[in-house]
């Protein structure tokens, strides 16, 4: 049973916490992505290390790979990755969209082939919940069709989101039910639609509302669309959202990204950006981003950011960082990832102070003061 409390607001921008199966998360909070059950490059061990209690796994690859059967003789998740706190994991449909090509997509749900051995299979929302039963994630989310903003260059029309929209709500509706069929006692948020249309997003979430979530999740953002386009819709529909249960923006972002998104009432965020990041050499410090790669590093003995605790800042030097990216170390993958998990932790916790001290405005215009050049010392 998930229990959320909002302790302050600034604004729109929101502190408060969750409390689920014996953890509880502050928010705002980042979850790392461990796609195929890890975190990339990192342990489980790490991540504790650097307090993080909630991370993100996707149902479909685990489905897929290593299969069902096998993670089901562990009873779940967890046991199998040693991963002893909160998992949250998507419910496959992003995947089966954007990884299996040949898809078709009926009112009943997904055929698709698979993208590991293409035998044909099929997905839909109660499938989708019994995956996740059996993964036992603690935060289980509904089956969406993560509505594109472009098909083949062509922007879709207001009536093709109206029904894709639609379809998700009844997908909605039916994970719903099967969650509680299955006797799942965990908890299930759900996903507001509607792609750039404010009336559509507004629909979306009254008919979620009516049909009742643990929290509530953001998608078919960052799908191809104008950043001014994705700005406007959070800054419409952020503020909107239930003020007593989560709010999740799926797959986003940047620091800057957010920040935006925190000022416009999001709690929870999702993304690949600083492990993947990290191990291509791009770097998040508190004074600009760094490319590792980058000749000027050569002999630089400064740590990556003199302000950050992480065991990469307090015990490597940019020279060696930059050494070991060029020569393809696995090293280099693994301090690298450590320093930007780091960073985002503390990125959080520092926006929660803020929030927390009143002071989130000021934070705001600070950090992106701050952010604004490459490395200024
Ligand atoms: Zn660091």
Partial sequence: ???????????????????????????????????????????????????YNIILNNSFHLWMRPGLDVISKFGGLHKFINWNRLILTDSGGFQVFSLSKRNKITEKGIYFFSPINGDKLFLSPEISMKIQKILNSDIV??????TPYKIYNRILSENEVENSMKMSLRWAQRSKEEFYKINNKNSLFCIVQGGMFKNLRDESLEKLKEIGF????????????????????????GPKLPIDKPHYLMGAGTPEDIIMAVSNGIDMFDCIIPTRNARNGLLFTNFGNIKIKNARYKFDKNPLDYSCNCYTCKNFSRSYLHYLHRKGEILGSRLNTIHNLYYYFQLMRKIRLSINNNIFEKFVKDFCENRKYENKF
């Avoid at 928010?27 to 504790?48: D, R, W």
């Avoid at 989310?141 to 993560?146: G, K, N, P, S, T």
């Avoid at 643990?214 to 529909?237: C, H, N, R, T, W």
């Fill in 214 to 237: 643990d929290g509530f999740a953001i998608g078919g953002l960052s799908v191809g669309e104008p950043k001014k386009k994705m700005i406007k819709i959070l800054q419409y529909i």
């Fill in 1 to 51: 049973m998930l229990n959320f409390k909002i302790l302050t607001t600034s604004g729109n921008a929101r502190s408060g916490i969750i409390k689920l199966n014996n953890f509880f998360v502050k928010t705002p909070i980042f979850m790392p992505v461990g796609t195929y059950g890890s975190v990339k490059a990192i342990s489980p061990l790490e991540l504790i290390e650097m307090k």
């Fill in 141 to 146: 989310m509904q089956l969406d069709e993560c």
